[in-house]
């Protein structure tokens, strides 16, 4: 019996989350076991209230390749967290679409989602199989060796500290910047900002992740110190840096809001370390937070990042056919030298709700040994070069499924 | 009797303006009437401090490449204004270095440094000629059709905004989003950032401009009747749009910091009407200042741009040749289709302290044949990839001439 099969979306945007649906539409359409392939819009929360559509007008292969190069999340997202009565729900749903398995591409909150629903589906003995499939900017997800979507944002960061470098030191006058840089709770991202200073240029002198206490008084006297022989220091620091008591820096100039899922809603670490150097050192002092621009900038997707997005989705379907449930596809890192990698799977109990932090034996930024690995895990992930569909205005173009975006021309 | 040359850059960064020094470079080392090719750090402030270098070991095509793909400024730059106590100090600096053509690349307020030396040195007869290079990203020199810097950040703005629109229509849920862009004093990158929306997109909905007095009342009614039938609204505004009385929107919020040419500095509008739309309408909004990526994204360059900006320092070297001085090049656009400029030459006295606004025959945006002019105008200087050379990690490398960046690897 060939059953229907349901994709959605979840959590934050990223540059490589398209990829990875057109992965799975890819594959589940070539599939002699699937029917249609259907999209939720709104993630979970689509599939309670039923906003479901059917995919097929997008999967030629011009459609795929339009789709892997457009960001964010083309079917919409939530962050909606389930309990216990959504469930019996969301299985009449999935009997009256006839769905057979469930892909849910997200990061952490996600995988809770699948998780759930497995649990829920085998107990009852629905059949319906749920597959997770990774992404996130912030490469948080444990297991997997990184994610999809954060080569990405890593190149973007990379190159665009590189350009702010170039830009922040052409006047003789001491000068600090304070990049602000997103991972609410892990340095993934800030790490790849720090990168040139990791491969031996000079800036970003200070790189602030949250995995190591950040002491404000050291910074700022840190920065003193560097402005004695330098006229300019770049600060590359994670939105999420923390005090060693454990609170967010900047905690009281902030917003204070809680998402959904009770994460506090951070912003303004940059511009409070701004008004900080500014007040106790009195130099020029500019804040530039990256916002969502690290997780969107298609047009500096890593080609490595969008290939890898697309296997990805299309593993979770072969994975689908070899009956498998209850799982997060995930990436291992076979070799560097020549880099390559292969698609597993893990149990999602190993993943959902679960975070992987900068590991403590990278927690020296200053040792050779420490930025050399990390030169070697970033690089690979950020290498190649997409080449954009135009349309005749020569602007790059991206698919639009949910009919919210007029067309251009 | 070959003389000497020198290139100073001056006033706020760009993606072209090193592409125009090294036009200046390629053409006055290919000259037979010049010999060595001097550059002065940090402007004119680098003329009177003697910090002046041999540009020689960067004439070869190989490093003229990598200058051209290098942002911001190679020599330093400065926002000093000149006095009439500082010409002569000037003169023995130039007599000294056997200068017999000053070469200023910079905006309107370069542009008076040009006036003021060429007017001295032509009244006691030191023959040294003295010609602007324009850049700004601002666009706002007159007399030219643009202004070499200006496609590439245009260039940005399209490609951000259209991706920023992707990350911010993901969520059901009513939500602004106010992209702040640079432009004290004219609208033309504002423009650029709501050029999707001029071609038939949805979005920006609102587009704000300095030139057009903002109507922060009328503004958030705007927003508040977009909002009962869309879900997204996204707004581009100027850094310097004013109000009836020409006071900036959100002055109260901003630093009132005055720069050494009496501009005052500008920050925060679009985070000053994210507060004002929290308050008075209450859905999510979020503030994007794209701060200076627009300004020195030398990895999404417009081709067209960067090879005018070569094309206008090299046509600069050929005006010396011919005996020109206290003039400014200027780009003739010739033809829209196919797009065509040549490159001519104003008298200084023409753009020095001068500012080309948006013109008044645009400022009703919602006019189809003003949003037409608009998209012909744009277009072609947005148009053309460029190929960055890269070493062998696959990052792109940039020139470095001040020895202030050490090299990566």
């Not at 997997?144 to 979507?149: A, F, K, L, Q």
């Not at 300019?232 to 939105?239: F, K, L, M, P, Y």
């Not at 997780?295 to 890898?308: G, M, Q, Y």
């Not at 349309?391 to 021309?409: A, M, N, Y």
């Amino acid at each position: 019996m060939k059953k229907n099969i349901l994709i959605g979306l979840s959590g934050g945007p990223s540059t490589a989350i398209n990829a990875s649906m057109a992965g799975v539409i890819r594959a589940a359409s070539a599939s002699s076991r699937f029917n249609t392939v259907y999209g939720a819009l709104h993630g979970i929360a689509g599939v309670l209230s039923r906003d479901i559509i059917d995919l097929s007008p997008y999967s030629s292969e011009e459609k795929l390749r339009l789709l892997i190069q457009t960001p964010a999340m083309a079917l919409g997202s939530c962050r909606k967290k389930l309990t216990a009565a959504d469930w019996p729900a969301i299985e009449q749903v999935f009997q009256d679409y006839d769905i057979g398995v469930f892909f849910y591409i997200g990061g952490n909150d996600s995988m809770d989602t699948v998780l759930q629903l497995d649990r829920y589906f085998k107990e009852n003995g629905s059949g319906v199989q749920v597959i997770g499939v990774p992404k996130t900017i912030d490469n948080d997800l444990p297991v997997t060796d990184h994610t999809p979507g954060f080569g990405s944002s890593a190149k973007y960061l990379y190159h665009t500290m590189h350009e702010i470098i170039r830009d922040s030191e052409i006047y003789p006058i001491k000068n600090v910047v304070v990049v602000e840089i997103m991972g609410r709770n892990s340095g993934w991202l800030t790490l790849a900002a720090g990168l040139e200073h990791f491969m031996g240029g000079v800036y970003p002198q200070i790189v602030a992740i949250p995995e190591i206490p950040f002491d404000e008084f050291g910074f700022l006297n840190q920065v003193k110190e560097l402005l004695k022989t330098e006229h300019t220091v770049i600060c590359a620091v994670s939105e999420g840096i923390r005090n060693h008591n454990g609170d967010y820096v900047g905690m009281e100039t902030k917003s204070g809001a809680v998402d959904t899922f009770g994460h506090t809603y951070l912003s303004g670490v940059g511009k409070y370390l701004e008004l900080q150097i500014a007040e106790k050192i009195g130099c020029k002092v500019r804040s530039i937070e990256l916002n969502v621009m690290q997780r969107c900038s298609a047009h500096l997707a890593s080609k490595t990042d969008l290939d890898e997005a697309v296997q990805i989705g299309e593993a979770a379907v072969s994975a689908a056919e070899a009956g498998a449930t209850g799982i997060m596809m995930v990436i291992e890192r076979t070799s560097n030298h020549p880099y390559a990698v292969r698609i597993a799977q893990t149990d999602v109990s190993n993943v959902a709700n679960l975070a992987k932090d900068v590991p403590e034996c990278w927690h020296d930024l200053s040792d050779q040994s420490v930025r050399d690995e990390i030169k070697q895990y970033l690089l690979p992930l950020m290498q190649g070069e997409l080449e954009p569909i135009r349309d005749k205005t020569g602007l790059p173009v991206f698919l639009d499924i949910r009919g919210i975006h007029s067309t251009r021309e």
